[in-house]
């Protein structure tokens, strides 16, 4: 089992920024893949960024080069700085863990989720 923790979040203007973190405990092995996904309200979850444990980063379109995401592998924790903020990328994010490694954008792969934060992104 692994539980993950989620911080962050909140409300911001477009073209702002914020920061998400998420803390993984638990039975963790490598390899593995970390990441978010996000849902907003009807309509379907998308997996926008993950990482797996050696460092390999994958983004959604819609988010690459706007968020960034990164991870410490001692703290078992995965970061997203999200910058350039728009009103579509309001959503609940949810933290992801992946016991495959191989941080794809399907969340199929993906056997753990957090509780979700909510970001409000304001036009």
């Known amino acids: 089992q692994v539980q993950l923790v989620e911080s962050g979040g909140g409300l911001v203007q477009a073209g702002g920024s914020l920061g998400l973190s998420c803390t993984a405990s638990g039975s963790i092995f490598s390899p593995n893949a970390m990441g978010w996904y996000r849902q907003a309200p009807g309509k379907q979850r998308d997996v926008v960024a993950t990482?797996?444990?050696?460092?390999?980063?994958n983004y959604a379109d819609s988010v690459k080069g706007r968020f960034t995401i990164s991870r410490d592998n001692a703290k078992n924790t995965v970061y997203l700085q999200m910058n350039s903020l728009k009103p579509e990328d309001t959503a609940v994010y949810y933290c992801?863990?992946?016991?495959?490694?191989?941080?794809?954008?399907?969340?199929?792969?993906?056997?753990?989720w957090g509780q979700g934060t909510q970001v409000t992104v304001s036009s």
């Open positions: 990482i797996t444990s050696s460092g390999t980063a």
């Open positions: 992801i863990f992946g016991s495959l490694g191989l941080g794809s954008l399907n969340a199929h792969e993906y056997d753990y």
